[in-house]
């Protein structure tokens, strides 16, 4: 049952990373998107065990790297995501979380890893990032991000859940 979770957790990132780089880019507002890998790293981290939503983050994070038309230096999302996949993982609750705290935790989430982009970015001279323009990069992701989280987060911690193999033997 675990291989199957590890397939439908890349699967999920591979969807998200196709939408987030080839449709969203047209309901940009100014240059910014939701981000669709934050969501599902949240999503794991808040439905399975820590470990798992470390790798993914990461793994997640370096595909968005990767991903065309990516013009930063590579690993930078893949700290941001890793780091949210972190903080996530200790806000989540053993029972089941309330819709209050799911959002919450995305917005938290969508906060750390935005900042933590932008700043290492500035850090790293990159000619498209500036002290000016941080904020607005910063709260309108987290805007963003909010916005999808009914949409996004429900289904994929349903997903998480049922392929979870300490729920499958009960």
Known sequence: MSYLRWLAAFAAVVVALV?????FPHLAWHGIVPNL?????????????APFALVLGFAA???LDLAPPADHIAGRWALALTVAAFLAARMRQDVKPTALAV??????????????????????????????????????????????????????M???????PQWAAQ
């Open 19 to 23: 939408v987030q780089v080839s449709l």
């Open 37 to 49: 890998c934050l969501l599902v790293v949240v999503a794991a981290a808040l439905t399975v065990e």
């Open 61 to 63: 994070g370096l595909t």
């Open 103 to 156: 959002v919450g935790t995305v917005a938290a989430a969508s906060f750390v890893a935005t900042s933590l982009f932008a700043l290492t970015g500035v850090l790293l001279d990159d000619p498209t990032m500036s002290i000016a323009g941080l904020l607005e990069v910063v709260l309108v992701a987290l805007v963003w991000d909010v916005l999808l989280t009914p949409f996004v987060l429900p289904p994929l």
């Open 158 to 164: 349903r997903l998480f859940t049922r392929l979870n």
